[in-house]
């Protein structure tokens, strides 16, 4: 329970820090493509707080977070400056951080917070304590 509830609460607050990016000159004024670009952002928290707390260190999410942030304008499109990629197409629809960023980040949130579920239902006796753990 704990894993899931601090990505929740990572949703929101990872959206909150782009929200400046909807006023850029490329965004102004499109809701939809605002919508679907802070939902994605949110989304693709659960993906950061899975990195951090599988790693327990930032630094396997900020490595992810400046690639996507290079990678992901080069082949999807630029949501900042409304250019086109490498496989062209709307961009904040095509883009990972549109409607399909929404679609490839909600499944794997949605998986991520299942197996989180599944994880705090297992019972304790499924995990052998190291103190009964006997070496061959």
């Known amino acids: 329970a704990g894993d899931a509830l601090a990505a929740a609460i ?3 607050v990872w ?10 000159k ?11 670009f802070l939902l994605s952002i949110a989304v693709a928290a659960v993906v950061f707080a899975q990195l951090y707390m599988a790693s327990r260190s930032i630094w396997p999410p900020a490595l992810f977070h400046i690639s996507w942030n290079l ?30 960023g929404v679609l490839l980040h909600g ?25 009964s753990a006997t070496p061959a």
């Open 10 to 12: 990572t949703m929101p």
């Open 15 to 24: 959206a909150a820090f782009h929200l400046p990016l909807i006023f850029s």
């Open 71 to 100: 990678i992901n304008p080069q082949l999807f499109g630029s949501v900042y400056n409304g250019r086109p990629g490498l496989f062209g197409g709307q961009v904040w629809v095509f883009n990972g951080e549109g409607v399909f």
């Open 107 to 131: 499944l794997v949130a949605v998986w991520l917070f299942r197996h989180w579920r599944r994880s705090a239902q297992a019972p304790e006796s499924a995990v052998l304590p190291e103190s």
């Open 26 to 36: 490329a965004q102004r004024g499109h809701v939809g493509q605002n919508v679907t």
